[in-house]
């Protein structure tokens, strides 16, 4: 099984007054997330079943990717992705549908970027110190599991197989 996760595109900076949760995408956020959508098809890497945090820039990005796929998957959006720690965004994946080889979770840093680290137990050594760096806004860390259950996601069981940032999908060939 293969877990997507995707941290929200660029968002506006907050207005005075404004709540985090209402933070639109900025143009360049919209941008990033149709080119990923578009790298997320050419590659293969359709999910089956997407969780988003309920935040207006994550459901933005989700709404940029959606149209790429011939037939978008379910989606769910989770509270936990958006309030929650690392614990409650495991607990979601968790509760993923069994028959879903390929998860997306679309949600928030530094939750995302934890998840990921204490996931990762193996793959490309470069890849995996970049991301020790941070995981930019619109940036795709992609982890293989040899388990087929998601209810067996545990801390370190994964491989890095992907980490895809706007940057490098603005210098790569395809």
């Known amino acids: 099984m293969r877990l997507l996760l995707l941290r929200h595109a660029k968002a506006e900076k907050a207005m005075p007054g404004m709540r985090d949760r209402d933070r639109a995408l900025a143009a360049r956020g919209r ?5 990923l959508g578009a790298y997320l098809v050419h ?9 988003v945090s309920p ?6 990005t989700w709404e940029q990717l959606a149209p790429v796929f011939s037939a978008p998957p379910p989606v769910s959006y989770d509270e936990r992705l958006y309030e ?3 614990e409650a965004v495991l607990a979601a994946a ?9 998860l997306l979770v679309i949600g928030h840093n530094p939750v995302l970027h934890d998840v ?15 991301l020790n760096e941070g995981l930019p806004a619109a940036g795709l860390v992609v982890i293989g599991f040899a388990s087929d259950d ?3 996601l545990h801390p370190r069981g994964g491989r890095l197989e992907r980490l895809v940032t706007p940057d490098s999908l603005a ?3 395809d």
């Open 171 to 173: 210098v790569a060939p």
């Open 84 to 86: 929650g720690g690392s």
């Open 31 to 35: 941008k990033d997330a149709a080119r």
């Open 94 to 102: 968790k509760e993923a549908d069994p028959s879903a080889r390929t």
């Open 43 to 51: 590659h293969g890497l359709v999910p089956a079943q997407a969780l």
């Open 116 to 130: 990921a680290r204490l996931l990762i137990a193996s793959g490309d050594v470069m890849l995996r110190e970049q």
């Open 55 to 60: 935040a207006r820039r994550t459901r933005e």
């Open 150 to 152: 998601w209810q067996k």
